[in-house]
């Protein structure tokens, strides 16, 4: 599986951006989607992923949103009210099993496909 991540660029603290995943698979629809940061200095951290449920970090909740067009394989990320703290590079990452460990599809070794990555910044 071969994701490429694009949209990421330089924004205003308030502003928005919506990332786009394309994934080179044929059963996209059965694939868990997951969004992950690493801001600079820093590891890299759950952001929010899709699949048999959609769920969000404390930190983007009510600002970010995934969703996801299963008939052109892409997932979105919109983000929203973007705040100079959310400068990262974000990537998108892919699970084959949809459930993921049973208990979420939250930690990074639920995933076993990762996008390159595109950078987000946001000015104050």
């Known amino acids: 599986v071969q994701l490429q991540a694009s949209g990421g660029g330089l924004v205003q603290a308030g502003g928005s951006l919506r990332l786009s995943c394309a994934a080179s698979v044929r059963t996209f629809s059965r694939y868990a989607l997951g969004w992950f940061r690493q801001a600079p200095g820093k590891e890299r951290e759950f952001v929010g992923w899709?699949?048999?449920?959609?769920v969000y970090a404390d930190s983007v909740k009510g600002r970010f949103t995934i969703s996801r067009d299963n008939a052109k394989n892409t997932v979105y990320l919109q983000m929203n009210s973007l705040k100079p703290e959310d400068t990262a590079v974000y990537y998108c990452?892919?699970?084959?099993?949809?459930?993921?460990?049973?208990?979420?599809?939250?930690?990074?070794?639920?995933?076993?496909?990762w996008g390159q990555g595109t950078l987000v910044t946001v000015s104050s």
């Open positions: 899709s699949g048999y449920s959609t």
């Open positions: 990452a892919a699970s084959s099993f949809y459930y993921c460990s049973g208990s979420g599809c939250s930690r990074q070794s639920d995933y076993n496909n």
